[in-house]
């Protein structure tokens, strides 16, 4: 007879990650059967050691034309030597969304089955359920489960021979991701705000707090996919829709923002500095935060020097999207210190600030505090920022 355990990730301190290992823990493994809405390349690290020790008998049905499941993703589990399946149902609004993770002994199988998708979100940073089933195939009644599982699923490429297909080469993967059905993991993801605001939000609700330490990427430079909407080149107050452009490339990230970069003072009587350091942030290591602002990011741009003769001083017009909320387009002071034998510039510390200036009240929020603060930059107009905080 089954034995059931459930698993709130995210309110609890279990993972998905060990739950799935641990369905390995078995005895003689003849079977793994991995079906999921979406992969990513993390997603797929999180679990491989097992995945490439039991390669030759796993089998992974995975949906494509998601939007989230990626080349890089698909390429790993290709890499460690098991059997990937993609499910494209040939249609955006008909998504291929079962989770489950089968393991089948030769007396026990275990079984999770819940809402965790192979992703680092899925597997330990968001908040996924599931459902932990250890079944004995000695009992007539588990084994005729296990086997209507496992049966279903693999008449799947029989039946559906033109939508779930066996991913057989990278050129193959390639072809997919060029075709819009596979997500490029090395380009970033623009923002997609669906609401609009026109003044500070009222909205104080913080981060969620949840008792997993949150995974993250290493940042990556990118542009983002190029998006069938319409690009709105101006983007007016009065305008009652999300206005942001669809061809971004992500060319900075912050570490989790603090009351100084949000101008929150800690203290009575101290005074905020409006503005916010540039710094190294999540850039690669091989990239110099001195001089990557002036000279990459910001390059584009009029700059006029200052009295001071070593600070120069720029414009720009910012969009702005917080928790997901269009707050509409600002212009933005940026200076940068061109002084290279400052003491600043020895110590390895910013040298570019962004003043928030008319978006002080915006971001001057703790509900803000340990999100990370993203800047794009518009491909089609190298003059257009967004800056988006989540």
């Known amino acids: 007879m089954a034995k059931k355990d459930f698993i709130l990730q995210g309110f609890t301190e279990r993972t998905h990650t060990k739950a799935i290992l641990r369905l390995f823990d078995i005895k003689n493994v003849e079977e793994v059967i991995l079906s999921v809405a979406f992969v990513t ?17 796993t089998k992974v049905f995975s949906g494509i034309r998601n939007d989230i499941t990626s080349r890089q993703g698909l390429s790993r589990l290709l890499g460690l030597g098991v059997s990937v399946y993609a499910v494209d149902t040939g249609a955006r609004n008909i998504v291929f969304h079962p989770k489950l993770y089968l393991v089948r002994g030769s007396e026990q199988a275990r079984l999770l ?24 195939l000695d009992n007539f009644s588990d084994r005729k489960f296990v086997s209507k599982i496992v ?131 999540l850039l690669e290591d091989n990239i110099d935060h001195r001089h990557y602002f002036r000279d990459a990011v910001f390059a584009h741009l009029q700059w006029e020097p200052r009295q001071s003769g070593t600070v120069e001083e720029t414009e720009v017009r910012f969009q702005l999207v917080i928790k997901g909320i269009y707050y509409g387009e600002f212009p933005l002071q940026i200076r940068h210190s061109t002084d290279t034998n400052s003491e600043t510039y020895k110590q390895h510390n910013a040298m570019t600030r962004l003043s928030w200036g008319s978006i002080g009240d915006h971001v001057k929020r703790k509900d803000l505090l340990s999100r990370t603060l993203s800047l794009f930059r518009d491909e089609t107009d190298p003059k257009r920022f967004i800056l988006e905080i989540d």
């Not at 679990?47 to 008998?57: G, V």
């Open 113 to 136: 089955i819940g809402s965790a998708n192979l992703t680092l979100g899925g597997l330990n940073n968001n908040i996924e359920a599931s459902l932990i089933l250890d079944l004995d």
């Open 41 to 57: 390349e993390d997603g797929v690290r999180l679990i491989e050691s097992k995945l490439h020790k039991y390669a030759n008998k």
């Open 151 to 281: 049966n279903q699923l693999l008449k799947l490429p029989g039946l559906y021979n033109d939508h779930v297909f066996l991913i057989e080469s990278e050129p193959q993967l390639l072809a997919l991701q060029t075709s819009g059905r596979l997500l490029d993991e090395s380009e970033a993801s623009p923002p997609h705000p669906t609401t609009t605001a026109f003044a500070p939000s009222t909205d104080l609700i913080p981060r969620i707090k949840l008792k997993v330490l949150p995974l993250h990427r290493s940042s990556r430079r990118a542009k983002a996919q190029p998006t069938t909407h319409r690009r709105i080149s101006g983007t007016p107050q009065t305008q009652k829709q999300s206005q942001v452009s669809t061809n971004l490339e992500l060319v900075w990230q912050s570490k989790p923002l603090t009351e100084r970069d949000l101008n929150i003072p800690k203290e009575r009587g101290t005074h905020a500095t409006g503005s916010i350091n540039l710094d190294k942030g």
